[in-house]
């Protein structure tokens, strides 16, 4: 994936008008960061979402985010290694019991009016979970939670999945999919977000490997115990028309589906080591 998720997911889109004078814009940016020989990079995302006329925006229902052919989590990551148990969360919103699968985080403004005026700021975490649900590859536990005590909201424990495909979908690898719907503790609370500000690190997995530095008549004299790094997700082979495609859907309480699709170039990562020889999706 590496620099090709520097334009990808660039904005939502406008919906159509909900009241006489009423538009709701919602914006997303995306942006690489910490680019690694050995295949890790880090993702830095921001949205907003307001309407025009100042009036609280519907809540988001759902995010779907569409990944190119290829993109695919690792097996090697699919163990209980890497898993978070959302019901521990449930009882302790401590994100450093997942510490060991926590792939995302960051920061949420949300709209709580008119029940609270102020703005309500909430951090963020993103788990990697077993999947198996829905046909699931993996799944992901979100931790939605408080910056600060409220009597209409504390925290939520949200599920989604990594799913598979359809084969016929010859774009697409793999969907991610994200349910955003927050439940306050008062039935006349609602919570819309306003802003989201996340980081997107992954994971990635360290093992000691000897190595040869030294030969001589075709045989290894010297060995060093070196690192190898293994990031979280394959590369997707790049096409020939150089370019791969990526897909966002995203769903609002009482409104349509917003469904945006990009081509990006994939040139820029053909030449890492991590691409393995163009573009060829590593098998480990």
């Known amino acids: 994936m590496k620099r090709v998720l520097i334009t990808t997911l660039l904005i939502f889109g406008l919906l159509p008008p909900h009241g006489a004078s009423a538009t709701l814009v919602g914006q ?50 699919l163990t209980s290694q890497y898993f978070c148990d959302g019901s521990k969360l449930v009882a302790n919103p401590d994100p450093a019991l997942c510490r060991g699968a926590e792939f ?18 909430a951090s963020i975490w993103l788990f990697l979970a077993s999947g198996g649900e829905r046909g699931s590859k993996a799944g992901i536990v979100i931790l939605v939670r408080a910056n600060q005590r409220s009597p209409a909201w ?3 424990v949200l599920h989604g999945f990594l799913i598979p495909e359809p084969r016929g979908a010859s774009e697409f690898g793999y969907r991610l999919v994200l349910p955003t719907t927050l439940q306050p503790l ?23 490997v000897l190595v040869c530095v030294r030969r001589s008549r075709g045989l290894c004299t010297t060995r060093r115990a070196r690192v190898q790094r293994t990031f979280w997700l394959r590369v997707p082979s790049c096409p020939h028309g150089r370019k791969v495609a990526f897909g966002a859907d995203y769903s609002f309480l009482g409104g349509k589906t917003i469904t945006k699709r990009r081509k990006v170039s994939c040139s820029r990562f053909l030449n890492l080591p991590s691409t393995h020889q163009k573009g060829n999706v590593p098998t480990a």
């Open 28 to 77: 997303f940016d995306a942006a690489i960061r910490n680019v690694q020989s050995w295949g890790g990079y880090t993702v830095v995302a921001s949205a907003r979402v307001y309407d025009t006329t100042g009036a609280p925006a519907p809540r988001l229902a759902s995010a779907i985010v569409h990944f190119p052919r290829g993109a695919s989590l690792r097996n090697s990551f």
């Open 104 to 121: 995302a985080s960051g920061s949420l403004l949300l709209d709580a009016r008119p029940a609270i005026e102020e703005p309500v700021p």
């Open 154 to 156: 504390n925290f939520d």
């Open 186 to 208: 008062l039935p006349q609370v609602t919570l819309s977000l306003i802003e989201m500000k996340l980081r997107i690190s992954g994971l990635e997995r360290e093992r000691r």
